[in-house]
C-alpha cells in the first residue's frame, strides 16, 4: 500500500500534481515519521489491553476483588477523557514531539511500576499515570502527521496509523499472557513498559517535521483561545465520535451475549462473528485511506459508510439471519467501520485551523472517551431488560444520526490547502 505513495516535489524541484503524487514512492522523512507515530498509537492501545488482560492474575496477586480492579480501568478512562483536551493545547503550545515521549516515558514507567510491588493503592497511582499518559497520543499523533505528511498522502498516512492501533489491541493478549506463562507477570508488566520506552527513544531520533510544512503554521494560530476553537463544526465532530464510539461499543462490546441470547446461536458462532467484525474493520482500514486520499468528499464518504452499516445492523436487529449469515452481516458492519475512520481524521483535520491540529484532535477525541463509559452501561442495562435484540437497534439509531452529522459536516468548505 505505500508503494504507492508519491513526493511531493521533482528532481527539478517543482511541485507535481496529485495524479503524480499516488504513483511515487513516499520520501524517507515522510515515511520514517509515520513508522514511528503509528509504532506510538500501537503502544497507546496495547496499554489499553494491559488491565482487562491480566485482571484475574492481579486479582490474585493483590488479593482484592473484581471492583477494586475494575476500580482501576475506570481511573484509567476518566483520567485521560478528562486531560485529552487540555493535552491538545499543550501540544500546540511547546510541540508534539516532546509531548508524544514524554507520554511513553510516563506510560511505560507506570505498567512497569506495577511489576515491583503487590500494592493495591499503587495500581490506583498507576492506573491514573496512564490514564495521563494515555491522552497524549491522539493530539500529538495528530498533529505530527499533519505537519509531517504531504497533502495527496495524508488519508494514508491517517489509516495506517489507526491500523497500528488496531495492531496494538490484537497483538496484547497473546504476548501479555505468554510472557506470563514463560516468566511470571512482573516479566509481561515490565514488557509493558518497555515497549513504550523503545518507541520514545524512535520518537527522540526521527527529525522534526521538514521546515516546509513548519513554517505553514502562522504566528498568530499559538495565541488562538479556547472560544476559537470551539466551533460549531469541532463540537459537532465531538459528538460524531461520542455517537461512533456509542455505535462501535454496542458491536464490540456486546455483540456476543447479544448474538447468543437474541439470535440464539452457539458462543463459537457469536465468537467468530466479533473476530469478523475486527479483523475485517482493519482491512477497511487501509482501504478506506486509499479512498480517502482520492476524494475531497470526505464527509459524504462517511455518510455512506454508516448509512450501509445502519442498514447491516438493522437486519441484524430485526432478520432471523442464520448464524453464517451473522458472522458476513458482521464482518461486513466492521469493513465499512473500518473504511470511515481515515475519512473521519480527515474531516477533523480539515476543521483545525492552522497550527491547532493538537487542541482539535484533542477535543473531538474526548467523545471516544465519552462513549467508553456511556455506552458499556446502556447496552448492559439493555441485556438485563433481556432486550438483546434492542443492542443492535439501538446502534443502528447512533449510526443514522452519525450518518446525518457527516452530512452536515460535508456542508462546510474545504480549510485553505498548506502552500
Not at 515522510?30 to 488482560?53: D, G, I, K
Not at 473484581?66 to 486531560?83: H, I, P, Y
Not at 439470535?263 to 463459537?268: A, L, N, Q
Request: neutral net charge.
Amino acid at each position: 500500500m505505500l508503494a504507492n505513495w508519491a513526493d511531493v516535489f521533482d528532481n527539478k524541484g517543482l511541485m507535481v500534481t496529485d495524479t503524480q503524487q499516488r504513483t511515487r514512492l513516499p520520501p524517507a522523512d515522510e515515511l520514517q515519521t509515520l513508522a514511528v507515530v503509528s509504532s506510538a498509537h500501537l503502544v497507546s492501545h496495547f496499554h489499553l489491553m494491559v488491565l482487562p488482560v491480566l485482571m484475574v492474575l492481579l486479582k490474585e496477586r493483590m488479593n482484592v476483588g473484581f471492583f477494586e480492579l475494575g476500580l482501576a480501568v475506570t481511573t484509567f478512562n476518566v483520567v485521560s477523557g478528562l486531560t485529552q483536551a487540555p493535552m491538545g493545547f499543550l501540544v500546540d503550545r511547546i510541540g508534539p514531539r516532546l509531548v508524544l515521549i514524554a507520554g511513553l516515558l510516563l506510560g511505560g514507567f507506570a505498567f512497569a511500576s506495577v511489576a515491583l510491588t503487590d500494592s493495591y493503592a499503587w495500581l490506583i497511582v498507576a492506573a491514573f499515570l496512564a490514564g495521563l499518559a494515555n491522552c497524549v497520543y491522539h493530539p500529538a499523533d495528530y498533529a505530527i502527521l499533519s505537519d509531517g505528511i504531504s497533502e495527496g498522502r495524508i488519508g494514508r498516512a491517517f489509516s495506517v496509523h489507526t491500523f497500528a492501533g488496531f495492531v496494538g489491541g490484537a497483538v496484547a493478549p497473546p504476548i501479555l499472557l505468554g510472557l506470563t506463562a514463560a516468566a511470571g507477570l512482573g516479566s509481561s508488566l515490565l514488557a509493558a513498559g518497555a515497549i513504550a520506552w523503545a518507541v520514545a527513544a524512535g520518537v527522540f531520533l526521527t527529525p522534526a517535521a521538514p521546515q516546509r510544512r513548519q513554517a505553514a503554521r502562522p504566528a498568530a494560530a499559538a495565541k488562538e483561545q479556547i472560544a476559537d476553537i470551539l466551533t460549531p463544526t469541532v463540537l459537532g465532530l465531538a459528538l460524531f465520535f461520542t455517537l461512533l464510539a456509542l455505535s462501535h461499543a454496542a458491536m464490540y462490546s456486546f455483540s456476543i451475549p447479544a448474538l447468543m441470547a437474541g439470535h440464539g446461536v452457539s458462543s463459537g458462532f457469536a465468537t467468530a462473528a466479533l473476530t469478523a467484525y475486527l479483523a475485517v474493520s482493519a482491512v477497511g482500514v487501509l482501504v478506506g485511506g486509499q479512498l480517502a486520499d482520492r476524494t475531497e468528499r470526505h464527509g459524504l464518504l462517511a455518510a455512506g459508510g454508516f448509512g450501509l452499516s445502519a442498514l447491516i445492523a438493522l437486519a441484524i436487529a430485526v432478520a432471523p439471519l442464520p448464524a453464517p449469515a451473522l458472522v458476513v452481516a458482521m464482518g461486513l458492519t466492521g469493513f465499512l467501520f473500518g473504511i470511515i475512520q481515515p475519512s473521519r481524521d480527515m474531516l477533523v483535520r480539515k476543521a483545525a485551523p492552522p497550527g491547532a491540529a493538537g487542541r482539535v484532535f484533542g477535543i473531538v477525541s474526548t467523545g471516544f472517551n465519552v462513549g467508553g463509559i456511556v455506552g458499556p452501561l446502556l447496552f448492559g442495562w439493555l441485556m438485563d431488560l433481556g432486550a438483546p435484540r434492542a443492542i443492535f437497534g439501538v446502534a443502528v439509531a447512533f449510526m443514522a444520526v452519525t450518518t446525518v452529522l457527516a452530512l452536515l459536516e460535508e456542508r462546510h468548505p474545504r480549510r485553505p490547502t498548506k502552500a
